[in-house]
């Protein structure tokens, strides 16, 4: 597969895509298959690719990523000490315990630094349309969880697709000629590129990606002694 630097590329106009490492001989081989999106509710309706444009997006996808964690997280602690009100205790933040957070950042560190950011070689009306619905948005807009998890940064009032959640047309699939590997000085762990792509654009927006970046800097400096 193609590789490129990010320094190379142009950002704000680029497409990104985060997979992790174990797919790459299946996507050398067979591109990148849609699928519905893991953390999508389970209620999309059809398959597609997702994909992030520029970097304030990619940042952005990352946020919604971790609060998503969290919710799951808090789900398989109410499943296990058998409490009600999941839902309630994610959306009001009553669930956010510091046992709870640290958890998930420490899941999602060991997630990410697993992954990879490819580039995607996409053309509009081709591959997709930024008009687009996100189905999400469409069907459940007045959903309390979905308000949530979309974050500051979204339109929950308009169906269409935004930067940070884009995605192919239905049942497209991108061949591996359209795909690169993105590396930054010969690094292409996702966790390295999302770090790169922090301190180049604003975040402060981004309180859960925020938390998290800080959480890795202790984290790999405790690890490191």
């Known amino acids: 597969m193609k590789i490129i630097d990010l320094n190379a590329m142009d950002e704000l106009n680029s497409f990104f895509h985060f997979t992790n490492m174990s797919n790459l001989e299946s996507i050398e081989n067979k591109g990148l298959l849609p699928k519905k999106g893991e953390n999508a509710f389970s209620l999309e309706r059809t398959?597609?690719?997702?994909?992030?444009?520029?970097?304030?997006?990619?940042?952005?996808?990352?946020?919604?990523?971790?609060?998503?964690?969290?919710?799951?997280?808090?789900?398989?602690?109410?499943?296990?000490?058998?409490?009600s009100n999941c839902k309630e205790a994610f959306i009001t933040g009553k669930g956010y315990t510091k046992e709870i957070i640290e958890k998930t950042f420490i899941d999602f560190y060991n997630y990410i630094s697993n992954c990879v950011y490819l580039k995607l070689d996409l053309k509009e009306h081709e591959d997709f349309a930024y008009d687009d619905i996100d189905e999400i948005k469409k069907y459940f807009k007045k959903d309390e969880m979905l308000k949530k998890m979309y974050g500051p940064y979204s339109n929950i009032d308009s169906p269409i697709m935004e930067n940070w959640n884009m995605h192919t047309f239905a049942n497209r699939t991108i061949s591996p000629d359209k795909l690169s590997i993105i590396e930054l000085n010969e690094n292409s762990n996702a966790l390295c590129i999302i770090k790169n792509l922090a301190e180049k654009y604003s975040c402060d927006n981004l309180y859960y990606l925020n938390e998290f970046l800080a959480f890795t800097n202790e984290y790999d400096n405790k690890r490191s002694l």
């Open 47 to 83: 398959e597609k690719i997702f994909f992030s444009k520029g970097g304030i997006g990619t940042l952005e996808i990352i946020d919604a990523w971790i609060r998503w964690r969290i919710y799951k997280t808090i789900q398989a602690y109410y499943e296990a000490h058998n409490l």
